[in-house]
Protein backbone atom coordinates (compact mmCIF):
# COMPACT_ATOMS: atom_id res chain seq x y z
CA UNK A 1 0.00 0.00 0.00
CA UNK A 2 1.58 3.20 -0.78
CA UNK A 3 3.72 1.82 -3.49
CA UNK A 4 3.96 3.43 -6.87
CA UNK A 5 3.70 0.76 -9.38
CA UNK A 6 4.33 0.68 -13.44
CA UNK A 7 3.12 -2.24 -15.14
CA UNK A 8 4.41 -3.21 -18.34
CA UNK A 9 3.14 -5.15 -21.26
CA UNK A 10 5.41 -7.32 -22.92
CA UNK A 11 3.59 -8.09 -26.89
CA UNK A 12 5.60 -9.18 -29.65
CA UNK A 13 6.63 -5.98 -30.81
CA UNK A 14 8.62 -5.40 -27.40
CA UNK A 15 10.03 -9.21 -27.82
CA UNK A 16 10.76 -8.15 -31.38
CA UNK A 17 12.85 -5.00 -30.39
CA UNK A 18 14.69 -6.95 -27.32
CA UNK A 19 16.21 -9.52 -30.05
CA UNK A 20 16.51 -6.98 -32.50
CA UNK A 21 19.03 -4.54 -30.41
CA UNK A 22 21.96 -7.20 -30.79
CA UNK A 23 21.45 -7.44 -34.60
CA UNK A 24 24.47 -5.46 -36.93
CA UNK A 25 23.20 -3.51 -39.37
CA UNK A 26 23.41 -4.73 -42.98
CA UNK A 27 25.01 -3.29 -45.61
CA UNK A 28 24.12 -1.04 -48.46
CA UNK A 29 24.06 -3.34 -51.47
CA UNK A 30 22.87 -1.19 -54.83
CA UNK A 31 22.38 -2.33 -58.04
CA UNK A 32 21.69 0.54 -60.79
CA UNK A 33 19.42 -1.58 -63.09
CA UNK A 34 16.76 -2.18 -59.97
CA UNK A 35 16.06 1.48 -60.37
CA UNK A 36 15.68 1.26 -64.56
CA UNK A 37 19.15 2.20 -65.35
CA UNK A 38 21.87 0.45 -67.06
CA UNK A 39 24.60 2.34 -64.81
CA UNK A 40 26.44 5.11 -64.27
CA UNK A 41 29.02 6.31 -67.10
CA UNK A 42 32.15 6.79 -65.57
CA UNK A 43 36.09 7.44 -66.28
CA UNK A 44 38.56 5.96 -63.54
CA UNK A 45 40.51 9.09 -62.29
CA UNK A 46 42.92 7.66 -59.96
CA UNK A 47 43.94 4.16 -58.79
CA UNK A 48 46.28 4.66 -56.36
CA UNK A 49 47.31 1.68 -54.44
CA UNK A 50 49.47 2.37 -52.48
CA UNK A 51 46.79 4.75 -50.54
CA UNK A 52 44.30 1.88 -51.49
CA UNK A 53 41.63 3.39 -52.73
CA UNK A 54 40.46 4.25 -56.43
CA UNK A 55 38.21 7.34 -57.51
CA UNK A 56 35.40 7.44 -60.29
CA UNK A 57 34.43 10.52 -61.91
CA UNK A 58 30.90 10.09 -62.79
CA UNK A 59 27.08 11.96 -63.03
CA UNK A 60 23.85 10.68 -61.58
CA UNK A 61 20.08 11.53 -62.39
CA UNK A 62 18.32 13.73 -59.90
CA UNK A 63 15.99 11.12 -60.12
CA UNK A 64 18.55 7.75 -59.37
CA UNK A 65 19.40 9.86 -56.81
CA UNK A 66 16.50 11.15 -54.84
CA UNK A 67 15.63 7.16 -54.91
CA UNK A 68 18.56 6.00 -53.41
CA UNK A 69 18.34 8.12 -50.81
CA UNK A 70 14.58 7.96 -50.34
CA UNK A 71 15.37 4.21 -49.59
CA UNK A 72 17.91 4.80 -47.52
CA UNK A 73 17.64 7.73 -45.78
CA UNK A 74 20.35 8.42 -43.35
CA UNK A 75 22.19 5.39 -43.66
CA UNK A 76 23.78 7.05 -46.51
CA UNK A 77 25.16 10.01 -44.61
CA UNK A 78 26.45 8.13 -42.06
CA UNK A 79 30.16 9.42 -43.21
CA UNK A 80 29.07 12.70 -43.72
CA UNK A 81 30.06 15.28 -40.82
CA UNK A 82 26.48 16.43 -40.43
CA UNK A 83 22.62 15.78 -42.03
CA UNK A 84 20.60 18.17 -44.17
CA UNK A 85 19.31 20.62 -41.91
CA UNK A 86 16.55 20.91 -44.10
CA UNK A 87 15.36 24.01 -45.94
CA UNK A 88 16.65 26.40 -43.91
CA UNK A 89 20.42 28.24 -44.65
CA UNK A 90 20.92 29.92 -47.54
CA UNK A 91 22.72 27.31 -49.69
CA UNK A 92 20.21 24.87 -49.56
CA UNK A 93 17.13 27.14 -50.53
CA UNK A 94 19.84 27.99 -53.45
CA UNK A 95 19.71 24.58 -54.23
CA UNK A 96 15.96 24.04 -54.20
CA UNK A 97 15.71 27.39 -56.63
CA UNK A 98 17.97 25.64 -58.98
CA UNK A 99 16.15 22.31 -59.01
CA UNK A 100 12.71 23.85 -59.38
CA UNK A 101 13.66 26.51 -61.85
CA UNK A 102 16.83 25.67 -63.96
CA UNK A 103 17.36 22.04 -63.23
CA UNK A 104 19.49 21.67 -66.69
CA UNK A 105 21.78 24.03 -64.99
CA UNK A 106 22.29 22.16 -62.03
CA UNK A 107 25.38 20.58 -63.16
CA UNK A 108 26.64 23.79 -64.09
CA UNK A 109 25.97 25.28 -60.94
CA UNK A 110 26.42 23.15 -58.35
CA UNK A 111 29.54 21.67 -56.93
CA UNK A 112 28.10 17.99 -56.94
CA UNK A 113 28.57 15.17 -54.29
CA UNK A 114 31.91 13.63 -52.82
CA UNK A 115 31.23 9.97 -51.96
CA UNK A 116 32.96 7.10 -50.54
CA UNK A 117 32.00 3.26 -51.50
CA UNK A 118 33.65 -0.16 -49.90
CA UNK A 119 33.33 -1.60 -53.56
CA UNK A 120 31.64 -0.95 -57.25
CA UNK A 121 31.49 -3.11 -60.22
CA UNK A 122 32.12 -1.46 -63.64
CA UNK A 123 30.78 -3.33 -66.91
CA UNK A 124 32.15 -2.47 -70.10
CA UNK A 125 29.68 -1.52 -72.99
CA UNK A 126 29.26 -0.24 -75.91
CA UNK A 127 28.52 3.34 -74.43
CA UNK A 128 31.40 3.18 -72.43
CA UNK A 129 32.11 2.27 -68.74
CA UNK A 130 29.53 1.87 -66.54
CA UNK A 131 29.18 1.34 -62.67
CA UNK A 132 26.54 -1.12 -62.08
CA UNK A 133 26.55 -1.85 -58.52
CA UNK A 134 28.14 -0.27 -55.43
CA UNK A 135 28.37 -1.11 -51.99
CA UNK A 136 28.43 0.56 -48.92
CA UNK A 137 27.79 3.69 -50.31
CA UNK A 138 28.49 6.99 -47.98
CA UNK A 139 27.88 10.75 -49.10
CA UNK A 140 30.38 12.60 -47.29
CA UNK A 141 29.89 15.90 -49.08
CA UNK A 142 27.02 17.25 -50.71
CA UNK A 143 23.94 16.03 -48.29
CA UNK A 144 22.41 18.69 -48.56
CA UNK A 145 22.49 18.59 -52.32
CA UNK A 146 21.14 14.96 -51.88
CA UNK A 147 18.41 15.78 -49.55
CA UNK A 148 17.17 18.74 -51.24
CA UNK A 149 16.62 17.32 -54.82
CA UNK A 150 14.64 14.60 -52.17
CA UNK A 151 12.27 17.17 -50.33
CA UNK A 152 11.64 18.58 -53.97
CA UNK A 153 10.65 15.23 -55.37
CA UNK A 154 8.59 14.26 -51.90
CA UNK A 155 7.02 17.72 -50.92
CA UNK A 156 6.90 19.58 -54.54
CA UNK A 157 6.63 16.24 -56.31
CA UNK A 158 8.58 17.37 -59.28
CA UNK A 159 10.23 15.76 -61.68
CA UNK A 160 14.00 15.59 -61.39
CA UNK A 161 14.86 13.66 -64.23
CA UNK A 162 16.60 16.49 -65.63
CA UNK A 163 18.96 17.47 -62.94
CA UNK A 164 22.07 15.90 -63.82
CA UNK A 165 24.54 15.62 -60.41
CA UNK A 166 28.42 15.73 -60.53
CA UNK A 167 29.74 12.73 -58.31
CA UNK A 168 32.96 12.33 -57.32
CA UNK A 169 33.18 8.77 -56.17
CA UNK A 170 36.30 7.41 -53.99
CA UNK A 171 36.45 3.59 -53.83
CA UNK A 172 38.34 3.02 -50.40
CA UNK A 173 39.66 -0.38 -48.42
CA UNK A 174 37.53 -1.13 -45.68
CA UNK A 175 40.63 -1.35 -43.42
CA UNK A 176 41.38 2.45 -44.47
CA UNK A 177 38.23 3.76 -44.08
CA UNK A 178 38.13 4.47 -40.61
CA UNK A 179 40.66 7.24 -40.88
CA UNK A 180 40.41 8.37 -45.02
CA UNK A 181 36.96 8.71 -45.03
CA UNK A 182 37.25 11.46 -42.11
CA UNK A 183 40.25 13.21 -43.82
CA UNK A 184 38.09 13.45 -47.22
CA UNK A 185 35.20 14.78 -45.53
CA UNK A 186 37.09 17.68 -43.87
CA UNK A 187 39.19 18.47 -46.81
CA UNK A 188 35.91 18.36 -48.71
CA UNK A 189 33.17 20.06 -46.82
CA UNK A 190 32.89 23.46 -48.15
CA UNK A 191 29.45 24.37 -47.88
CA UNK A 192 27.84 25.98 -44.77
CA UNK A 193 30.66 26.69 -42.20
CA UNK A 194 31.24 23.14 -40.73
CA UNK A 195 32.21 22.91 -36.56
CA UNK A 196 35.08 20.79 -34.74
CA UNK A 197 31.61 18.85 -33.55
CA UNK A 198 30.76 18.12 -36.89
CA UNK A 199 34.12 16.15 -37.50
CA UNK A 200 34.37 14.97 -34.37
CA UNK A 201 30.96 12.83 -35.56
CA UNK A 202 33.00 10.31 -37.66
CA UNK A 203 34.67 8.76 -34.73
CA UNK A 204 33.94 5.58 -34.13
CA UNK A 205 32.98 6.36 -30.38
CA UNK A 206 29.66 8.69 -32.09
CA UNK A 207 28.98 5.79 -34.64
CA UNK A 208 28.60 2.88 -31.69
CA UNK A 209 26.28 5.70 -29.46
CA UNK A 210 24.20 6.15 -32.18
CA UNK A 211 23.92 2.22 -32.30
CA UNK A 212 22.83 2.07 -28.74
CA UNK A 213 20.32 4.85 -29.29
CA UNK A 214 19.16 3.25 -31.67
CA UNK A 215 18.51 -0.69 -30.15
CA UNK A 216 18.55 0.34 -26.42
CA UNK A 217 14.62 1.24 -25.81
CA UNK A 218 14.10 3.13 -22.75
CA UNK A 219 12.18 1.71 -19.61
CA UNK A 220 8.38 2.36 -20.25
CA UNK A 221 7.33 4.55 -17.32
CA UNK A 222 4.16 6.18 -16.15
CA UNK A 223 1.77 3.13 -17.44
CA UNK A 224 2.36 3.65 -20.81
CA UNK A 225 2.63 0.67 -22.87
CA UNK A 226 5.21 1.67 -25.59
CA UNK A 227 8.93 2.19 -25.07
CA UNK A 228 11.00 5.51 -26.48
CA UNK A 229 14.71 5.90 -27.75
CA UNK A 230 16.82 8.68 -26.51
CA UNK A 231 17.55 9.44 -30.35
CA UNK A 232 21.70 10.34 -30.37
CA UNK A 233 22.62 12.82 -33.10
CA UNK A 234 25.56 11.75 -34.38
CA UNK A 235 25.01 14.05 -37.33
CA UNK A 236 23.61 17.32 -37.05
CA UNK A 237 19.70 17.02 -38.46
CA UNK A 238 19.34 13.38 -38.21
CA UNK A 239 16.22 13.40 -36.41
CA UNK A 240 14.46 16.33 -39.26
CA UNK A 241 15.62 13.92 -41.60
CA UNK A 242 14.48 10.46 -40.94
CA UNK A 243 10.78 12.01 -40.89
CA UNK A 244 11.02 13.59 -44.66
CA UNK A 245 10.19 10.26 -46.32
CA UNK A 246 7.07 9.78 -43.46
CA UNK A 247 3.00 9.97 -44.20
CA UNK A 248 1.74 12.09 -41.30
CA UNK A 249 0.39 8.61 -40.22
CA UNK A 250 4.02 7.68 -39.76
CA UNK A 251 5.30 10.69 -38.65
CA UNK A 252 3.14 10.69 -34.70
CA UNK A 253 4.33 6.84 -34.47
CA UNK A 254 7.98 7.99 -35.52
CA UNK A 255 7.77 10.93 -32.65
CA UNK A 256 6.06 8.60 -30.04
CA UNK A 257 9.42 6.44 -30.08
CA UNK A 258 11.52 9.05 -30.98
CA UNK A 259 10.17 12.41 -28.70
CA UNK A 260 11.68 15.20 -29.60
CA UNK A 261 12.40 16.27 -25.77
CA UNK A 262 14.63 12.71 -25.68
CA UNK A 263 17.26 14.01 -28.38
CA UNK A 264 20.86 14.19 -27.50
CA UNK A 265 23.46 16.14 -29.68
CA UNK A 266 26.94 15.70 -29.97
CA UNK A 267 27.41 18.79 -27.97
CA UNK A 268 25.11 18.45 -25.79
CA UNK A 269 26.43 14.93 -24.62
CA UNK A 270 30.18 16.39 -24.36
CA UNK A 271 28.42 18.90 -21.64
CA UNK A 272 26.97 15.77 -20.00
CA UNK A 273 30.35 13.55 -19.80
CA UNK A 274 32.39 16.87 -18.86
CA UNK A 275 30.47 17.97 -15.93
CA UNK A 276 30.07 14.41 -14.45
CA UNK A 277 34.29 14.44 -14.44
CA UNK A 278 33.80 17.48 -12.45
CA UNK A 279 34.94 20.10 -15.43
CA UNK A 280 32.43 22.39 -15.29
CA UNK A 281 35.25 25.62 -16.09
CA UNK A 282 35.45 23.53 -19.58
CA UNK A 283 31.78 23.41 -20.47
CA UNK A 284 31.93 27.00 -19.58
CA UNK A 285 34.00 27.86 -22.39
CA UNK A 286 31.22 26.90 -24.97
CA UNK A 287 30.16 24.12 -27.35
CA UNK A 288 33.45 24.39 -29.85
CA UNK A 289 36.20 24.41 -26.81
CA UNK A 290 34.12 21.83 -24.45
CA UNK A 291 33.99 19.29 -27.42
CA UNK A 292 37.38 19.25 -28.62
CA UNK A 293 38.41 19.22 -25.39
CA UNK A 294 35.78 15.80 -25.12
CA UNK A 295 37.11 14.58 -28.17
CA UNK A 296 40.51 14.36 -27.41
CA UNK A 297 40.16 12.90 -24.07
CA UNK A 298 37.37 9.93 -25.77
CA UNK A 299 40.46 9.50 -28.55
CA UNK A 300 42.85 8.46 -25.56
CA UNK A 301 40.35 6.44 -23.74
CA UNK A 302 39.24 4.61 -26.64
CA UNK A 303 42.79 3.79 -27.72
CA UNK A 304 43.44 2.49 -24.51
CA UNK A 305 40.45 0.72 -24.02
CA UNK A 306 37.00 0.63 -26.08
CA UNK A 307 35.35 -1.97 -24.31
CA UNK A 308 34.53 1.00 -21.55
CA UNK A 309 32.12 2.43 -24.43
CA UNK A 310 28.94 -0.39 -23.93
CA UNK A 311 25.24 -0.61 -23.32
CA UNK A 312 25.81 0.20 -19.75
CA UNK A 313 27.92 3.01 -20.15
CA UNK A 314 25.08 4.42 -23.03
CA UNK A 315 22.31 4.09 -20.17
CA UNK A 316 24.44 5.72 -17.45
CA UNK A 317 25.62 8.44 -19.99
CA UNK A 318 21.46 8.76 -20.50
CA UNK A 319 21.09 9.02 -17.22
CA UNK A 320 23.45 11.78 -16.56
CA UNK A 321 21.41 13.48 -19.53
CA UNK A 322 18.47 13.32 -17.22
CA UNK A 323 19.86 14.72 -14.26
CA UNK A 324 21.28 17.31 -16.78
CA UNK A 325 18.16 18.46 -18.07
CA UNK A 326 16.24 18.23 -14.85
CA UNK A 327 18.59 20.63 -13.30
CA UNK A 328 18.36 22.89 -16.06
CA UNK A 329 14.39 23.17 -15.50
CA UNK A 330 15.01 23.01 -12.11
CA UNK A 331 16.72 26.57 -12.19
CA UNK A 332 14.43 28.10 -14.76
CA UNK A 333 11.67 27.64 -12.41
CA UNK A 334 13.25 28.87 -8.96
CA UNK A 335 12.31 32.56 -7.92
CA UNK A 336 15.73 33.20 -7.24
CA UNK A 337 16.91 32.72 -10.82
CA UNK A 338 13.62 34.94 -12.81
CA UNK A 339 14.80 37.78 -11.19
CA UNK A 340 18.60 37.40 -12.69
CA UNK A 341 17.46 35.34 -15.55
CA UNK A 342 21.52 35.07 -16.41
CA UNK A 343 24.47 32.68 -15.91
CA UNK A 344 21.83 29.52 -16.16
CA UNK A 345 24.36 27.21 -17.88
CA UNK A 346 26.86 28.03 -15.83
CA UNK A 347 25.06 27.50 -12.53
CA UNK A 348 23.93 23.90 -14.03
CA UNK A 349 26.93 22.40 -14.48
CA UNK A 350 29.09 23.49 -11.74
CA UNK A 351 26.23 22.44 -9.34
CA UNK A 352 25.84 19.04 -10.73
CA UNK A 353 30.13 18.89 -10.84
CA UNK A 354 29.84 20.30 -6.91
CA UNK A 355 27.82 17.11 -5.99
CA UNK A 356 29.95 14.77 -7.49
CA UNK A 357 32.81 15.97 -6.26
CA UNK A 358 31.56 16.01 -3.02
CA UNK A 359 30.56 12.32 -3.37
CA UNK A 360 34.28 11.51 -4.99
CA UNK A 361 35.88 13.00 -1.53
CA UNK A 362 33.50 12.06 1.00
CA UNK A 363 32.00 9.10 -0.52
CA UNK A 364 34.66 7.79 -2.14
CA UNK A 365 33.09 4.31 -2.58
CA UNK A 366 29.47 5.33 -3.40
CA UNK A 367 27.71 7.00 -6.61
CA UNK A 368 24.50 8.39 -7.72
CA UNK A 369 21.62 5.71 -8.58
CA UNK A 370 22.21 6.23 -12.19
CA UNK A 371 20.28 2.66 -12.59
CA UNK A 372 17.67 4.20 -11.11
CA UNK A 373 17.26 7.64 -12.80
CA UNK A 374 17.13 4.95 -16.23
CA UNK A 375 15.01 3.08 -14.98
CA UNK A 376 12.73 5.61 -13.82
CA UNK A 377 13.45 7.89 -16.64
CA UNK A 378 13.21 10.91 -14.21
CA UNK A 379 15.54 12.18 -11.27
CA UNK A 380 14.30 10.85 -7.62
CA UNK A 381 13.40 12.68 -5.00
CA UNK A 382 16.04 13.09 -2.66
CA UNK A 383 18.14 14.29 -5.68
CA UNK A 384 15.88 17.04 -6.71
CA UNK A 385 15.72 18.27 -3.39
CA UNK A 386 19.45 18.76 -3.02
CA UNK A 387 19.86 20.25 -6.56
CA UNK A 388 17.35 22.79 -4.99
CA UNK A 389 19.81 23.84 -2.57
CA UNK A 390 23.03 23.19 -4.58
CA UNK A 391 22.03 25.67 -7.74
CA UNK A 392 21.24 28.35 -5.32
CA UNK A 393 24.68 28.13 -3.65
CA UNK A 394 26.46 27.62 -6.74
CA UNK A 395 24.40 31.13 -7.76
CA UNK A 396 25.79 32.91 -4.88
CA UNK A 397 29.07 31.46 -5.07
CA UNK A 398 29.85 32.67 -8.47
CA UNK A 399 28.30 35.75 -8.18
CA UNK A 400 30.21 37.20 -5.13
CA UNK A 401 32.08 39.51 -5.21
CA UNK A 402 35.68 37.60 -4.20
CA UNK A 403 36.07 36.75 -8.07
CA UNK A 404 39.03 37.39 -9.31
CA UNK A 405 36.86 38.42 -12.73
CA UNK A 406 34.23 41.48 -12.92
CA UNK A 407 32.34 39.35 -15.46
CA UNK A 408 30.81 36.43 -14.43
CA UNK A 409 30.55 34.28 -17.45
CA UNK A 410 34.27 34.85 -17.99
CA UNK A 411 34.78 33.92 -13.94
CA UNK A 412 33.58 30.48 -15.00
CA UNK A 413 35.67 29.73 -17.35
CA UNK A 414 38.68 29.85 -15.22
CA UNK A 415 39.72 26.89 -13.61
CA UNK A 416 40.50 28.76 -10.27
CA UNK A 417 36.97 28.89 -10.46
CA UNK A 418 36.24 25.49 -10.59
CA UNK A 419 39.53 24.89 -7.50
CA UNK A 420 37.45 27.48 -4.84
CA UNK A 421 34.30 25.57 -5.73
CA UNK A 422 35.89 22.63 -4.79
CA UNK A 423 37.33 24.33 -1.24
CA UNK A 424 33.37 25.71 -0.42
CA UNK A 425 31.53 24.17 2.13
CA UNK A 426 28.30 23.10 0.14
CA UNK A 427 25.35 21.93 1.81
CA UNK A 428 24.78 18.31 1.05
CA UNK A 429 21.55 16.71 2.97
CA UNK A 430 21.80 13.81 4.39
CA UNK A 431 18.54 12.44 2.59
CA UNK A 432 20.46 12.79 -0.41
CA UNK A 433 23.25 11.19 0.87
CA UNK A 434 21.22 8.22 2.34
CA UNK A 435 20.33 7.52 -1.47
CA UNK A 436 24.07 6.84 -2.87
CA UNK A 437 24.43 3.70 -4.24
CA UNK A 438 27.59 1.28 -3.44
CA UNK A 439 30.13 1.75 -6.07
CA UNK A 440 31.08 -1.83 -5.83
CA UNK A 441 27.44 -3.02 -7.38
CA UNK A 442 28.52 -0.75 -10.37
CA UNK A 443 31.92 -2.62 -10.85
CA UNK A 444 30.19 -5.77 -11.16
CA UNK A 445 27.66 -4.36 -14.24
CA UNK A 446 30.53 -2.54 -15.91
CA UNK A 447 33.03 -6.26 -15.74
CA UNK A 448 29.60 -7.99 -17.72
CA UNK A 449 29.22 -4.55 -20.03
CA UNK A 450 32.99 -4.85 -21.01
CA UNK A 451 32.47 -8.38 -21.44
CA UNK A 452 29.57 -8.07 -23.54
CA UNK A 453 31.11 -5.36 -25.45
CA UNK A 454 34.24 -7.55 -25.82
CA UNK A 455 32.16 -10.25 -26.91
CA UNK A 456 30.53 -7.97 -29.98
CA UNK A 457 33.95 -6.98 -30.68
CA UNK A 458 34.83 -10.47 -31.41
CA UNK A 459 32.98 -11.61 -33.15
CA UNK A 460 32.80 -8.58 -35.74
CA UNK A 461 36.74 -9.89 -36.25
CA UNK A 462 35.18 -12.95 -36.75
CA UNK A 463 32.51 -11.31 -39.37
CA UNK A 464 34.80 -9.31 -41.30
CA UNK A 465 37.25 -12.75 -42.32
CA UNK A 466 34.42 -14.61 -43.08
CA UNK A 467 33.00 -12.23 -45.25
CA UNK A 468 35.79 -11.92 -47.52
CA UNK A 469 35.71 -15.68 -48.38
CA UNK A 470 38.34 -18.03 -48.78
CA UNK A 471 39.39 -17.17 -52.21
CA UNK A 472 40.06 -13.71 -51.62
CA UNK A 473 42.63 -15.14 -48.67
CA UNK A 474 43.67 -18.02 -50.69
CA UNK A 475 44.44 -15.05 -53.74
CA UNK A 476 46.17 -12.80 -50.83
CA UNK A 477 48.71 -16.15 -49.48
CA UNK A 478 49.68 -17.00 -53.25
CA UNK A 479 50.75 -13.30 -53.85
CA UNK A 480 52.33 -12.65 -50.10
CA UNK A 481 54.67 -16.27 -50.65
CA UNK A 482 55.62 -15.00 -53.94
CA UNK A 483 57.13 -11.81 -52.48
CA UNK A 484 58.34 -13.70 -49.52
CA UNK A 485 56.02 -11.41 -47.05
CA UNK A 486 54.77 -14.20 -44.69
CA UNK A 487 56.40 -16.49 -42.10
CA UNK A 488 55.50 -20.07 -41.14
CA UNK A 489 53.66 -18.95 -38.21
CA UNK A 490 51.58 -16.64 -40.58
CA UNK A 491 51.12 -18.91 -43.49
CA UNK A 492 49.92 -22.20 -40.80
CA UNK A 493 46.71 -19.37 -40.16
CA UNK A 494 46.10 -18.40 -43.54
CA UNK A 495 45.39 -22.15 -43.87
CA UNK A 496 42.48 -21.92 -41.89
CA UNK A 497 41.27 -19.09 -43.65
CA UNK A 498 42.09 -20.34 -46.61
CA UNK A 499 39.76 -23.40 -46.31
CA UNK A 500 36.84 -22.82 -44.29
CA UNK A 501 34.78 -22.41 -47.16
CA UNK A 502 35.40 -26.18 -47.59
CA UNK A 503 35.59 -27.71 -44.19
CA UNK A 504 33.52 -25.45 -42.51
CA UNK A 505 35.67 -24.65 -39.24
CA UNK A 506 35.61 -20.68 -39.60
CA UNK A 507 38.26 -19.25 -37.92
CA UNK A 508 38.59 -18.15 -33.91
CA UNK A 509 38.60 -14.69 -32.68
CA UNK A 510 42.57 -14.90 -32.21
CA UNK A 511 42.84 -16.24 -35.42
CA UNK A 512 40.57 -13.67 -37.40
CA UNK A 513 42.27 -10.57 -35.20
CA UNK A 514 46.22 -12.14 -36.43
CA UNK A 515 44.49 -12.85 -39.84
CA UNK A 516 43.53 -8.40 -40.43
CA UNK A 517 46.56 -7.64 -39.09
CA UNK A 518 48.69 -9.90 -42.01
CA UNK A 519 46.25 -8.44 -44.31
CA UNK A 520 46.53 -5.17 -43.01
CA UNK A 521 50.55 -5.86 -43.43
CA UNK A 522 50.36 -7.67 -46.72
CA UNK A 523 48.10 -4.86 -48.92
CA UNK A 524 50.56 -2.17 -47.15
CA UNK A 525 52.90 -3.91 -49.40
CA UNK A 526 51.38 -3.56 -52.46
CA UNK A 527 48.46 -6.35 -52.63
CA UNK A 528 44.84 -5.64 -54.11
CA UNK A 529 42.42 -7.71 -54.52
CA UNK A 530 41.52 -8.87 -58.01
CA UNK A 531 38.87 -10.83 -57.54
Known sequence: EGIKVDVSIWDINRMYNLVNSNLEKESIKIDISDYGEKGLPCILATDCKKEHYKSYLTVISGKLLSDIYIKYGSRLLEGNVRSFLSIRGKVNKQIRYTILREPEMFFAYNNGIAATADNVEVISTSEGNLISKIENLQIINGGQTTASIANVVLNDKEDV?????????????????????????????????????????????????????????????????????????????????????????????????????????????????????????????????????????????????????????????????????????????????????????????????????????????????????????????????QLLITTKEVYEFITRDDRVTLNVTEWCKKELCWQRAQNENWTIIREFANTLVSKSKGVDEEKEAKKEQKQDNEINYEIQVVSLGSEYWSNMTKWAKRKGLISTEDESILKVACSFNRTGKTPTYRQSKRLLEIKSRIELEGYVNEI
Open 161 to 385: SKVMVPVKLSVVNKEKSETMIPLISRCANTQNKVSDADFFSNHPYHIRMEEFSRKVYAPAVNGEQYQTIWFYERARGQHVQEQMKLSASERKKYLLKNPKNQIIKKVELAKYINTFECLPYIVSRGSQKNIRYFAEEIDKQWNKDQTIFNRLYYMNMVAKAIIFKCTDKLVARQDWYKQIKAYKANIVTYSIAVIVDYINRNYSDKMIDLRRIWNTQDIYYELEK
